[in-house]
């Protein structure tokens, strides 16, 4: 009878589809509709190039409409569909992870089942801090470049802040109103979890349960039978005012002389699109028998190559001459980005405000 290696369990197109899928179904940015999966963008990494072009139709222009006459020689003149193209970058990442053979033996478990069984984990909070390093470059950008026409300021570096400048129902509103009339477009804010003690406080929670996820009845089923497979959660959704609240320590706040300054975003469904393709070795493993004196140590690689973008704007960032793709930080810099629509079509707000 022969053994299940771990190459047999990690290896392979299953498992690479059980992590890709459930590494988005454990991301809340996806659940709400923050980030949405873009066709597009996979059929624009599946060629060459570490940019390129995805383009959006514009709106229908607001002319006036015709009035309609009886004369056959009055003729209507159609008015064109245009579309404009944005920028977006190929990001391909990795990690790997090894153990000794001998701590099995010591701990009664093999430290790379639990890499297996938390990879999608891993990656879905990766791609959360992807995310917000690049609310961190847009933020800089209007900073910089624009004229902060997508933030709403009610922070004051005081040693004792008034109600006026700690997250309040005003400030939240006025928020949304940045982007005038389409403001309902926006649906979800994501806060650090200091500020969600604040919303908690002004009592305005309300509490829902969602499932997420891949139904048994249709759960990918791997050809060696021992790989994950995806399957169900019920997630508790919380709400602020009709909004979906996303909370994650990943999202900022800037020290200030007296108070530090907390970064709310609020978005509307699609504020960032995603693609993906399968990079040429997704998942390797390697064994080294040599070390530990001979005992040996197990190696585990997982790769991904995707797009992550938000609407509206050009990823400018400047290549390198060894080709990387930028690190997080590299896009958390103004000169990262420009954006290339109006205000009215581009669904993330930023409150900054005290707690």
């Known amino acids: 009878m022969a053994a299940t290696d771990l190459a047999d369990v990690f290896i392979g197109q299953p498992f690479f589809d059980y992590v890709q899928l459930m590494s988005t179904e454990l991301t809340a940015m996806w659940n709400s509709g923050i980030v949405r999966t873009s066709p597009e963008m996979?059929?624009?990494?599946?060629?060459?190039?570490?940019?390129?072009?995805?383009?959006?139709?514009?709106?229908?222009?607001d002319t006036l409409a015709n009035i309609s006459s009886d004369d056959p020689t009055e003729d209507s003149t159609p008015e064109a569909v245009t579309s404009f193209e944005?920028?977006?970058?190929?990001?391909?990442?990795?990690?790997?992870?090894?153990?000794m053979d001998i701590i099995p033996s010591i701990i009664n478990d093999d430290p790379m089942r639990v890499v297996g069984n938390r990879l999608a984990a891993y990656w879905s909070r990766q791609f959360t801090r992807l995310l917000v390093s690049c609310l961190k470059g847009i933020d800089a950008d209007q900073d910089t470049d624009e004229s902060d026409d997508m933030q709403h300021l009610d922070y004051a570096d005081?040693?004792?802040?008034?109600?006026?400048?700690?997250?309040?129902?005003?400030g939240f509103l006025a928020a949304l109103q940045t982007l005038g009339d389409v403001s309902d477009q926006l649906t979800s804010?994501?806060?650090?979890?200091?500020?969600?003690?604040v919303m908690q406080q002004l009592d305005l929670i309300q509490y829902s349960t969602e499932t997420f996820g891949t139904p048994a009845t249709d759960r990918i089923v791997s050809t060696d039978g021992v790989s994950p497979r995806p399957s169900?959660?019920?997630?508790?959704?919380r709400r602020f005012l009709g909004h979906r609240v996303i909370v994650d320590?990943?999202?900022?706040?800037?020290?200030?002389?007296?108070?530090?300054?907390?970064?709310?975003?609020?978005?509307?469904?699609?504020?960032?699109?995603?693609g993906e393709v399968l990079p040429k070795t997704p998942f390797e493993f390697e064994r080294k028998p040599s070390t530990g004196n001979g005992e040996g140590q197990d190696l585990f690689y997982s790769r991904r190559e995707f797009a992550l973008h938000p609407a509206g704007y050009d990823n400018i960032y400047t290549f390198p001459a060894d080709g990387k793709s930028p690190s997080n930080a590299a896009l958390e810099a103004s000169t990262a980005w420009?954006?290339?629509?109006?205000?009215?079509?581009?669904?993330?707000?930023?409150?900054k405000h005290n707690i």
């Open 42 to 61: 996979s059929r624009n990494l599946a060629g060459a190039g570490r940019v390129f072009e995805t383009p959006h139709w514009n709106d229908l222009a």
């Open 86 to 99: 944005t920028l977006a970058i190929r990001h391909k990442r990795n990690q790997s992870w090894a153990s």
């Open 158 to 170: 005081v040693v004792s802040p008034t109600a006026s400048n700690i997250f309040n129902v005003n």
């Open 189 to 197: 804010i994501m806060v650090h979890s200091a500020t969600f003690r």
């Open 232 to 237: 169900q959660t019920t997630l508790e959704i």
């Open 249 to 274: 320590d990943s999202m900022w706040f800037n020290a200030g002389t007296n108070s530090p300054e907390y970064v709310s975003v609020i978005f509307g469904e699609g504020a960032f699109g995603y």
């Open 338 to 351: 420009a954006r290339k629509y109006s205000r009215r079509h581009i669904p993330i707000a930023f409150y």
